[in-house]
């Protein structure tokens, strides 16, 4: 491969990080935002098109006509996961009715993951913008990682409950050792707790233990 000059190697670790942080390639708008991030701030989308194409000249990626077709050469795809998509959950009252179906694959580093038993669902709402997982915050439009090999629960965790048939995220609190409160953690006053039973119609389908954050 061509050595790259200063600003193609800037545009190529923008695309690696956003690569790595979010599962999928960045459009060329995402690569000047990241790029910016790293210090190369330019406004004009022109000059990242001209760098993509001196970036598959030397051999360092391809690209395809496809939205966000860019591959890296280079990187191993065994340093990457498919994690299911399980239809979306909401972050307010318990709205979302949930899908058991797989909708599709979130490609995601391997370093994001730690246990290959976790599912993602799309979040709808803002019942949960002020929870923190991993010192992200949970917004309208994220997808949530759900590990469903945690069976026991204490207060604070955030998980994934379906309830008559409905999915939501919410923060696990143990009232009395009987009575569960599924409590939001909102900007908004309007979200409340959802109470729960042993004897309702629920299910906890596992705890959230991360955020991949999507894209503004």
Same mark, same amino acid.
């Given at each position: 491969?061509? !050595? ?5 190697? !800037?545009?190529?670790?923008? !695309? ?26 330019? @406004? ?6 001209? $760098? ?48 058991? $179906?797989?909708?599709? $694959?979130?490609?995601?580093? @391997? ?60 923060? $696990? ?44």
């Amino acid at each position: 491969m061509e !050595i790259l000059t200063q600003k193609q190697r !800037i545009v190529l670790q923008a !695309i690696k990080q956003f690569f790595t942080e979010h599962g999928e390639m960045p459009t060329v708008r995402e690569i000047r935002e990241e790029s910016g991030k790293l210090g190369l701030k330019l @406004k004009s989308l022109r000059s990242f098109f001209l $760098y993509l194409n001196a970036l598959e000249e030397k051999g360092y990626i391809e690209r395809t006509s496809e939205d966000r077709g860019i591959f890296l050469k280079g990187v191993n795809s065994e340093d990457f996961i498919q994690i299911p998509v399980f239809g979306a959950a909401s972050a307010g009252a318990a709205t979302m009715f949930a899908d058991q $179906y797989v909708e599709g $694959y979130l490609r995601v580093s @391997k370093r994001l993951v730690k246990d290959h038993n976790v599912f993602a669902v799309q979040v709808s709402g803002t019942s949960m913008n002020r929870a923190k997982v991993n010192s992200k915050t949970i917004q309208n439009g994220d997808f949530v990682l759900v590990d469903a090999d945690v069976k026991e629960y204490k207060s604070g965790d955030r998980v994934l409950v379906v309830i008559d048939g409905l999915a939501t995220v919410k923060t $696990y609190r143990s009232i009395d050792g009987r009575t569960i409160a599924l409590m939001p953690e909102s900007t908004d006053k309007r979200h409340q707790p959802i109470f729960l039973a042993p004897d309702d119609n629920f299910v906890i389908n596992g705890r959230v233990v991360d955020v991949l954050k999507m894209p503004k």
